[in-house]
């Protein structure tokens, strides 16, 4: 059974930057595309970042600039590293990836609180 897990985030003023982590354990099989969501309370669930298996990269464009995704195929690991944080990117982040399996399956970790005080 894959398990998805996230740590890093916490409390920063604006202005800093914090650094998600997420690993993705149990897996027999590598991972395609892993990334980033965050959802704030009663809003939908947005993606902040995502990336390839083959490190092409996608983000939300309020985070362009600021946000940084990358991974690690060989530890089925992927990493936010977010500076210039806003108050408006106070959250809760969760971590998918999914399988590289036919047909492919997604997993979703339980989320990592990050608050930006003014």
Known sequence: Q???????????QAGGSLRLSCVAS?????????G??????????EL???ISSGGR????????GRFTISRDNIKNAVYLQMDSLKREDTAVYY?????LTTPPVHYWGQGTQVTVTS
């Open 95 to 99: 971590c998918y990836g999914v399988t």
């Open 57 to 64: 990269t996608n983000y939300e464009d309020k985070v362009k």
């Open 26 to 34: 149990g897996s027999t099989v590598g991972m395609s595309a892993m």
């Open 48 to 50: 902040v970042a995502d």
């Open 2 to 12: 894959v398990q998805v897990v996230e740590s890093g985030g916490g409390l920063v």
């Open 36 to 45: 980033w969501y965050r959802q704030v309370p009663g809003k939908q669930r």
